[in-house]
């Protein structure tokens, strides 16, 4: 081996140990892999219910000798029998709405419920094609949205059948459009045996009674917006 082979030998030699020795020194270098995953999937729009009670109770009478006259019990007009004082007003609605599962009755499970605390007037809900909500100066309809309101509600005294709370309910829901997939309107009658109270007796069966009623008469509209079609014969 020749004294220049032995130089070069000898080079190569400490330029290895130097490069090795910054590697060891250097800092290590972080890396971060993403593995490939699928998109979260996104979740779905959620469901809403509105609900508005309707104005205050009202009144027809029907008998022999007169009959016809609204709100004649309510007024105390000669001739009928006068009501307690606000028996079912706006606010009593409201509240009696509160404690029921409208949504569960509807077979609107899972939609999320907000009771509204004023009446729409009987022309918004009779002559608003699409949203009510969106009619009172709400939002447009979301991609998944129910509606129900009180259009009215009366006691209706009958000599011949009885008496009655009477409950028109009307009902939209929207499915991502600004009209309705679903139109349905319905009135409810619910016999009452209690209410008025006599005259002179404690008011609160009566009462109690008429609350009962309203509430009974949501779960009856439930039952009849879900019933099957009926068969053509």
Not at 121 to 141: F, K, Q, Y
Not at 168 to 195: N, V
Not at 206 to 233: H, T, W, Y
């Amino acid at each position: 081996m020749t004294k220049q082979s032995r130089v070069m030998i000898v080079l190569a030699c400490l330029l290895a140990a130097s490069h090795s020795a910054q590697a060891q020194d250097a800092p290590a270098q972080a890396t971060e892999t993403t593995p490939a995953t699928a998109a979260a999937p996104q979740p779905e729009a959620a469901c809403a219910l509105h609900v508005w009670p309707g104005s205050n109770l009202r009144s027809t009478y029907y008998g022999w000798l007169h009959g016809g006259i609204v709100d004649g019990a309510v007024n105390g007009r000669d001739g009928y029998k006068k009501l307690p004082e606000g028996p079912l007003d706006t606010g009593r609605q409201k509240d009696i709405l509160s404690g029921i599962d409208i949504a569960k009755a509807l077979g609107l499970n899972g939609y999320s419920l907000t009771i509204h605390p004023e009446a729409l007037d009987s022309r918004t809900l009779r002559g608003t094609p699409g949203s009510w909500l969106a009619a009172s100066g709400g939002a447009a309809p979301a991609a998944c949205q129910a509606e129900l309101a009180i259009d009215d509600v009366f006691f209706q005294e009958d000599v011949f059948s009885g008496k009655y709370l009477k409950v028109i309910y009307r009902f939209k829901r929207f499915d991502g459009a600004e009209t309705p997939s679903r139109s349905f309107g319905q009135i409810m009658a619910i016999k009452l045996l209690a209410f008025p109270p006599a005259q002179g007796t404690d008011p609160a069966p009566a009462m109690k009674e008429l609350g009962a009623a309203l509430a009974r008469s949501v779960e009856d509209f439930g039952l009849v917006l879900n019933a099957p079609p009926k068969k053509k014969k």
